[in-house]
């Protein structure tokens, strides 16, 4: 079918998406909050005629909405919760909280959503008319940033039957992601152990905040025998008291272990849960531990990922206004320039000259080209929960110029750029480029084929869910 149709489709929702993203960022809802974002979402979604799941596995924020009856089955998928203390003035190219404390969305999922909405819209409009045969499932996945929503979905037993499941995120560069993520398990250690006066009986206390801070100590033990592409991080949720005269009987560490994939995740994780058992032997206290959530690495599929390209070259690319251009070099002006865009640009040096042309070195305050394919095992030492659905199903995804070039993740900046018109044009050549693989995806039965050959190979091993059936998702 021609791309003109579905490119025309989300130009006429452009208000709906537009709108949504905008509400969505005045929501600015937590983790697993996000009941105004996600009731908007279901009401665009039952308005435009899909079939609508509220509160899927009992998940109160997730949902899906499915148009159609034919295979093959294609998975859109929609992150909208936001971040705490990003609250910020829309627009603005100063550092000016809206509500001081507030929320933001530094990630730009108002736009991930939305953008990923309108490409299922227009899906359904094809299908509608009868261009394509096939059936589009929008998937409503809450809390990304809080607790890794997908893996709950997964766990749970969706995406499985998708032919394959496509998703962007807001950024920097038009790109399409390659490579794979880290696994990540994030565990909260509890140490109990006696109160007592530090000066007058310390013999009769015994201290979890010791037992804590020796676990700390142990870890970094660790860390020089630890896997290549493993890493482990900690915050404390709980210090004991605020009177240093007393043995602290409570501790609460809060860990997150990551591996190339999740068995190596696992078995890491293994060796800090003995360490944690050591500091409470070496303190006389006890120790309980919880598993607060997990994500998998993520399979990258070649073939999907040369459809994205394809499709990212192919949609008409967003012009800027002279008043856009400034605003961004504005808000550019607010963080430090880090060279060349794009993450593999070092690495390869055709690479290195093809972004410095058009990036003009680094100075142009939008990135207004698509990145050339490079597909390689490039190693992202963070995790994503699409990593979860890449397992179940062959993925892919990109990212969509919403930001000014370089711009930090979870950065005020991000929040005051996402309802502007920049962010706009951003999310609804995303929803273009989405909509146009997907149909592909319908019409070449061929491609599927290769996706699903080389999704056989690597996620041969089959999918360790990161979470065991007892882990309930954290709010906020
Ligand atoms: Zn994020
Ligand atoms: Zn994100």
Redesign the pocket.
């Known amino acids: 079918m021609d791309n003109q149709f579905l490119y025309d489709a989300v130009e006429a929702a452009q208000k709906t998406i537009t709108d949504l993203s905008d509400a969505i960022w005045t929501y600015a809802e937590l983790s697993m909050e996000e009941y105004k974002s996600a009731a908007a979402y279901c009401d665009i979604l039952e308005k435009e005629g899909f079939q609508v799941k509220r509160q899927l596995c009992g998940l109160p924020t997730a949902f899906s909405g499915s148009f159609g009856t034919e295979k093959p089955v294609i998975g859109i998928l929609g992150e909208f919760d936001a ?1 705490s203390g990003l609250s910020q003035q829309p627009g603005s190219a100063q550092h000016i909280p809206l509500v001081e404390g507030g929320c933001g969305h ?4 108002n736009l991930l959503g939305a953008g990923a909405l309108g490409a299922a819209i227009a899906l359904k409009q094809a299908i509608a008319a009868g261009k394509l045969h096939g059936t589009v499932v929008f998937y409503g996945c809450p809390g ?2 809080g607790c890794a929503g997908k893996t709950f979905m997964a766990r749970d037993g969706q995406f499985r039957d998708l032919d394959a499941a496509l998703t962007w995120h807001p950024g920097s560069t038009n790109e399409v992601t390659t490579g794979s993520n880290a696994a990540s398990l994030q565990v909260a250690y509890t140490f109990t152990g006696i109160a007592a006066h530090a000066a007058g009986d310390p013999q009769d206390g015994r201290s979890a905040l010791d037992a804590a801070e020796l676990m700390n100590v142990g870890v970094q033990f660790l860390r020089e025998h630890m896997e290549k592409k493993c890493s482990v991080h900690y915050s404390f949720l709980d210090a004991g008291g605020v009177s240093p005269n007393v043995v602290q009987p409570t501790a609460k560490v809060l860990y997150m272990v990551r591996g190339e994939n999740v068995r190596k995740a696992k078995a890491l994780l293994r060796r800090v849960d003995n360490i944690a058992r050591g500091a409470a032997l070496m303190t006389d206290t006890s120790v309980t531990s919880c598993q607060i959530d997990g994500t998998s690495s993520t399979l990258s599929n070649t073939v999907l990922e040369e459809l994205l390209q394809k499709h990212l070259e192919a949609a008409p690319l967003p012009a800027y206004t002279q008043e856009e251009l400034d605003f961004a070099r504005s808000v550019k002006a607010t963080y430090p320039a880090s060279g060349l865009p794009g993450h593999k640009t070092a690495d390869y040096p055709k690479l290195r000259a093809f972004v410095a042309e058009k990036s003009e070195n680094g100075t142009k305050a939008i990135n207004d080209f698509v990145m050339p394919y490079v597909p390689d095992n490039h190693f992202e030492p963070g995790s994503t929960d699409v990593g979860d659905v890449s397992w179940l199903t062959p993925t892919a995804q990109f990212t969509a110029v919403t930001w000014t070039s370089n711009s930090p ?2 950065s005020w900046q991000n929040v005051s750029m996402g309802k502007t018109t920049i962010a706009h044009k951003g999310e609804l050549y995303a929803a273009k480029v989405l909509a146009a693989a997907a149909a592909e995806l319908m019409e070449n039965p061929g491609v599927l084929v290769q996706a699903r050959k080389e999704f056989d190979i690597t996620a041969a091993e089959g999918y360790d869910c990161p979470i065991g059936p007892e882990v309930v998702p954290v709010v906020g």
């Open positions: 971040l530094g990630c730009g999922h990304e940033e993740g979870h």
